[in-house]
């Protein structure tokens, strides 16, 4: 008997520190990466032509981690132009040092240098993607960012077979940089693409373009998560698979309440997943990107295509093509965004802020300013609350957190300064912008609801906006002007869709609320690159909390100086 009684505990120690060690999480990962900037030369419709790429490849290399890792990504630049590269969608808490926007929060990484961004990934898994961020290096500087849940955490939707990552992009036959050079020294908008593409490549639909295309095979009954992400410069895409359904699980990376669709509408900087199953009968299946345009303006309206391959089919057979959406579909688009809804679970809740501090309403509009040596004597402009904003040539957060002065002011209205019917019949006189470097701080901790209006100044037209180092949860939208009076009360702010970038329907507006416990200085864009150019954007200026452990963390060694 006492070898028994002195056994169990032992034994029982033994058990209860098995279990311990297998309840515990998985150790934080280190994941180190090497990007290389370097020109490479790529052919594409008949074109050859050198453009910048990530380690010789278009698109670049997808980044893997796991919820909880830490991230390091050192950035070589052989290229001839400065750039940075920003984490799209990652929340970088108290680390804006690490989020990329050239002169937002770094100088760019002069030809010749290197940078390491440095980034913890906590609270968020699904798919991301990164990009440069500074002139239109962007249409061929790309790529994913695949983050997996933690060690033991399931998916909270049926575990695939198997994973693919499909980036849909922009294709110029020109340079890219010169076409946007001569639109900006036409004060035009610079000529459209060429083609889309799938993971670089825009299918057989366009010229010498057999070897050009993307496919992944498939075998019958089994399921596959698409992670899609939109990097293409100007146009929102539609994209659908012939003969097979989608279950949308997640955008933005934020897990959703799964639906059914034929198609999804994906804006530039978007990503969505989902789920497809190849039950149908084996044979090959094109899946196709197209842009989606409701307002009276020119986009690039080719079809991109990729091949859903079931196993064993020979390749001469041709693919079937899936019905898309007509481009103008606005009734598809508004529907289809109003299905987003945010899980909502224990697990997985939607903390909406119940409670505003701070109200913003953002007025998006076209202008015409006087431009002596331009086409027509003048230059397309864009503004929020009709102020094109300047980009500085020192850093923003450099000057915030160094504090030195002269380089913005913090002063962004909160309301446009002349209100009019937004949406009314298009207004085409006193187009005019006031220039500046305006920030809008905000208080640490505090709660914001912005809504973005979309105007008819020039013309109305979906604007999809960034907002950097957070997510937001999209309350309610609509067509037409804001009433601030009757609109609210039709929020959602049960399971509203949580997200970071958010488009705006044409002639209409959304509302979206966040609150303000990241830190640091977070630009707000519109992601239409040619916007963008031409001043559609601002910054927030989030002021530190109380505590040390509330406040901006010391910037790199390494950061690169204006």
Same mark, same amino acid.
């Given at each position: 008997?006492?070898?028994?009684?002195?056994?169990?505990?032992?034994?029982?120690?033994?058990?209860?520190?098995?279990?311990?060690?297998?309840?515990?999480?998985?150790?934080?990962?280190?994941?180190?990466?090497?990007?290389?900037?370097?020109?490479?030369?790529?052919?594409?419709?008949?074109?050859?032509?050198?453009?910048?790429?990530?380690?010789?490849?278009?698109?670049?290399?997808?980044?893997?981690?796991?919820?909880?890792?830490?991230?390091?990504?050192?950035?070589?630049?052989?290229?001839?132009?400065?750039?940075?590269?920003?984490?799209?969608?990652?929340?970088?808490?108290?680390?804006?040092?690490?989020?990329?926007?050239?002169?937002?929060?770094?100088?760019?990484?002069?030809?010749?240098?290197?940078?390491?961004?440095?980034?913890?990934?906590?609270?968020?898994?699904?798919?991301?993607?990164?990009?440069?961020?500074?002139?239109?290096?962007?249409?061929?500087?790309?790529?994913?960012?695949?983050?997996?849940?933690?060690?033991?955490?399931?998916?909270?939707?049926?575990?695939?077979?198997?994973?693919?990552?499909?980036?849909?992009?922009?294709?110029?036959?020109?340079?890219?940089?010169?076409?946007?050079?001569?639109?900006?020294?036409?004060?035009?908008?610079?000529?459209?693409?060429?083609?889309?593409?799938?993971?670089?490549?825009?299918?057989?639909?366009?010229?010498?373009?057999?070897?050009?295309?993307?496919?992944?095979?498939?075998?019958?009954?089994?399921?596959?998560?698409?992670?899609?992400?939109?990097?293409?410069?100007?146009?929102?895409?539609?994209?659908?698979?012939?003969?097979?359904?989608?279950?949308?699980?997640?955008?933005?990376?934020?897990?959703?309440?799964?639906?059914?669709?034929?198609?999804?509408?994906?804006?530039?900087?978007?990503?969505?997943?989902?789920?497809?199953?190849?039950?149908?009968?084996?044979?090959?299946?094109?899946?196709?990107?197209?842009?989606?345009?409701?307002?009276?303006?020119?986009?690039?309206?080719?079809?991109?295509?990729?091949?859903?391959?079931?196993?064993?089919?020979?390749?001469?057979?041709?693919?079937?093509?899936?019905?898309?959406?007509?481009?103008?579909?606005?009734?598809?688009?508004?529907?289809?965004?109003?299905?987003?809804?945010?899980?909502?679970? @224990? &697990?997985?809740?939607?903390?909406?802020?119940?409670? *505003? %501090?701070?109200?913003?309403?953002? =007025? $998006? /509009?076209?202008?015409?300013?006087?431009?002596?040596?331009?086409?027509?004597?003048?230059?397309?402009?864009?503004?929020?609350?009709?102020?094109?904003?300047?980009?500085?040539?020192?850093?923003?957060?450099?000057?915030?957190?160094?504090?030195?002065?002269?380089?913005?002011?913090?002063?962004?209205?909160?309301?446009?300064?002349?209100?009019?019917?937004?949406?009314?019949?298009?207004?085409?006189?006193?187009?005019?912008?006031?220039?500046?470097?305006?920030?809008?701080?905000?208080?640490?901790?505090?709660?914001?609801?912005?809504?973005?209006?979309?105007?008819?100044?020039?013309?109305?037209?979906?604007?999809?906006?960034?907002?950097?180092?957070?997510?937001?949860?999209?309350?309610?939208?609509?067509?037409?002007?804001?009433? @601030? &009076?009757?609109?609210?009360?039709?929020?959602?702010? *049960? %399971?509203?869709?949580?997200?970071? =970038? $958010? /488009?705006?329907?044409?002639?209409?507006?959304?509302?979206?609320?966040?609150?303000?416990?990241?830190?640091?200085?977070?630009?707000?864009?519109?992601?239409?690159?040619?916007?963008?150019?031409?001043?559609?954007?601002?910054?927030?200026?989030?002021?530190?909390?109380?505590?040390?452990?509330?406040?901006?963390?010391?910037?790199?060694?390494?950061?690169?100086?204006?």
């Amino acid at each position: 008997m006492a070898k028994q009684t002195s056994f169990c505990p032992v034994l029982g120690f033994l058990v209860i520190g098995f279990l311990c060690f297998i309840c515990l999480p998985a150790e934080a990962a280190l994941k180190k990466y090497q990007f290389d900037v370097q020109v490479a030369n790529v052919s594409r419709l008949c074109h050859a032509k050198p453009i910048v790429t990530v380690n010789g490849r278009f698109p670049g290399p997808t980044i893997y981690a796991r919820e909880g890792d830490r991230v390091q990504i050192n950035v070589t630049n052989y290229a001839q132009y400065n750039l940075s590269i920003h984490w799209h969608g990652l929340k970088q808490y108290r680390n804006g040092w690490a989020d990329g926007p050239a002169y937002i929060t770094q100088c760019p990484i002069q030809t010749g240098n290197s940078h390491v961004y440095d980034f913890n990934i906590t609270g968020q898994r699904g798919t991301l993607w990164w990009h440069a961020h500074i002139l239109w290096l962007r249409a061929t500087v790309y790529g994913a960012i695949v983050i997996m849940p933690q060690q033991g955490t399931p998916f909270p939707f049926p575990q695939p077979d198997r994973e693919e990552v499909l980036v849909l992009g922009e294709w110029w036959n020109a340079d890219v940089e010169e076409v946007e050079k001569q639109g900006n020294a036409l004060g035009i908008p610079p000529n459209m693409s060429d083609a889309h593409t799938i993971n670089g490549k825009p299918g057989p639909l366009f010229p010498c373009s057999e070897k050009h295309t993307f496919a992944m095979e498939v075998e019958k009954g089994k399921t596959y998560l698409l992670r899609i992400v939109n990097a293409a410069l100007n146009d929102e895409l539609f994209f659908a698979l012939a003969n097979h359904t989608f279950t949308v699980v997640e955008i933005d990376a934020v897990y959703t309440k799964p639906f059914s669709t034929e198609a999804i509408l994906i804006a530039p900087g978007q990503t969505t997943n989902v789920l497809v199953r190849a039950n149908q009968v084996p044979g090959r299946y094109f899946m196709a990107a197209r842009a989606f345009m409701d307002a009276p303006i020119s986009v690039d309206n080719k079809t991109a295509t990729a091949i859903f391959q079931y196993k064993g089919i020979p390749q001469t057979l041709l693919p079937k093509l899936p019905t898309l959406p007509e481009q103008n579909d606005t009734n598809f688009a508004l529907t289809y965004n109003s299905k987003l809804r945010s899980l909502n679970t @224990p &697990k997985y809740p939607a903390n909406v802020p119940l409670n *505003v %501090d701070r109200h913003l309403l953002l =007025t $998006v /509009g076209l202008g015409i300013n006087p431009c002596p040596t331009c086409l027509n004597g003048t230059r397309f402009t864009a503004s929020l609350n009709n102020i094109t904003f300047s980009m500085p040539q020192t850093a923003l957060l450099q000057a915030h957190y160094f504090n030195i002065k002269g380089v913005y002011t913090p002063d962004f209205p909160d309301k446009p300064p002349t209100p009019f019917n937004f949406t009314g019949a298009p207004l085409t006189a006193n187009l005019r912008t006031n220039l500046g470097t305006r920030l809008s701080k905000i208080a640490f901790n505090s709660t914001v609801e912005i809504v973005i209006q979309d105007t008819n100044l020039l013309s109305v037209e979906s604007h999809p906006f960034h907002l950097h180092g957070y997510n937001f949860f999209v309350v309610g939208t609509g067509v037409g002007n804001f009433d @601030p &009076k009757k609109d609210p009360a039709k929020y959602n702010l *049960v %399971d509203p869709v949580e997200r970071n =970038t $958010v /488009g705006v329907p044409t002639g209409g507006w959304t509302a979206i609320r966040f609150r303000a416990d990241n830190p640091g200085v977070w630009f707000f864009h519109c992601h239409l690159e040619l916007h963008t150019g031409w001043g559609l954007k601002t910054a927030f200026l989030v002021e530190n909390g109380p505590g040390s452990d509330h406040n901006i963390l010391p910037p790199p060694k390494d950061l690169p100086r204006c």
